[in-house]
């Protein structure tokens, strides 16, 4: 009985013991989130080669999923949207089946030397409207399908955890030969292909398939 009294004590369970626990938010915090993109939000998506898309399932299941091009891959054609291209992947095709079903999504951006960074949420949908993906061509080819994603929240993130990571210094970069191939985790994990045969289709997709 008393271990069960200790555990659920230790235990953080609504939100005003949550508030309790962390204390007050402080304005600067309080007052930054938008409704929109400004000017500093839309300068930095322009500058970013980087984001993580978050998605949720109707059955409660969550994913995250990095996508990423060259700086500016992100449209913006106002302040409220964003359109993001879909890059030849594996065809998992995860947070779009999530977005069928709950379009709730959230972003983060990452700057390559910038700690800090912006999250946006929002809610999405799946296009495949010519008009809308030619113009995100790229290296010739066009996407076949984008995220449009209706802005309700953007605010820039603080650097701390990024900071503590030393996220961007070279001299915490792991070198590659330090941990296996990608091809090899998958061949010994799932047993549907020899290594070699496993690292050889991932280097052609690599090569191939970027686009």
């Known amino acids: 009985m008393d271990g069960d009294m200790d555990r659920d004590t230790a235990t953080i369970r609504d939100a005003d013991a949550l508030r309790s626990h962390f204390g007050a938010v402080g304005p600067l915090a309080a007052g930054k989130v938008l409704d929109h993109l400004d000017d500093y939000g839309r300068r930095f998506v322009a500058l970013s080669p980087l984001l993580v898309l978050a998605s949720a399932g109707a059955d409660g299941s969550v994913d995250a999923s990095p996508r990423g091009d060259a700086p500016g891959f992100v449209a913006m054609p106002d302040a409220r949207t964003l359109v993001i291209p879909d890059r030849r992947g594996n065809n998992r095709v995860d947070s779009f089946a999530n977005i069928l079903t709950n379009p709730g999504v959230g972003l983060i951006f990452f700057v390559p ?47 701390k955890a990024l900071m503590r990571a030393k996220f961007w210094d070279p001299a915490g970069h792991v070198p590659r030969a330090t941990f296996p191939s990608l091809g090899r985790i998958l061949a010994e994990q799932t047993a549907a292909a020899p290594v070699e045969e496993a690292e050889a289709t991932i280097a052609e997709a690599y090569r191939t398939r970027l686009y």
């Open 113 to 159: 030397g910038i700690d800090e960074t912006l999250r946006v949420n929002g809610v999405a949908e799946i296009a495949r409207d010519p008009d809308l993906l030619v113009p995100l061509t790229a290296q010739s080819k066009v996407p076949a399908a984008a995220l449009v994603v209706r802005v309700r929240e953007v605010f820039f993130h603080c650097g």
